[in-house]
């Protein structure tokens, strides 16, 4: 576990350092996202940024009235995204432990 928290941190380091000399690289300072220079703190906004626009499109959905039992559930939605995948995934854990109680019960 230490190890994997250095790793961690010196990759973080890294990254941001990167990104520091990006920011001021050049005649104009421009921004530069974790996003675009990878690392952890990249990796974690692309996934917030991946949920973002997942439930920005099932949002839609819901309002343009494909839902027709009101809103679009994220597992339910044309895209999933990671919000989507993990509420299929837990649903069907949750069934297959009913199914597992049902055979047990009898």
């Not at 190890?3 to 990167?18: D, F, G, M, N, Q």
């Not at 952890?40 to 099932?58: H, M, N, T, W, Y």
């Not at 299929?88 to 199914?99: D, R």
């Amino acid at each position: 576990m230490e190890k994997w928290a250095k790793s961690t941190v010196s990759e973080i380091r890294y990254a941001e350092t990167l990104r520091a000399k990006l920011n001021v690289a050049g005649r104009e300072r421009r921004v530069v996202r974790p996003l675009d220079v990878g690392g952890p703190l990249g990796e974690a906004e692309r996934f917030v940024s991946d949920i973002q626009i997942a439930e920005r499109k099932r949002a839609i959905e819901s309002r343009s009235g494909e839902g027709e039992s009101g809103p679009v559930r994220p597992m339910d939605a044309a895209v999933k995204g990671p919000l989507g995948e993990v509420e299929e995934k837990a649903v069907g854990l949750v069934e297959g432990i009913k199914e597992e109680e049902r055979k047990r019960y009898r």
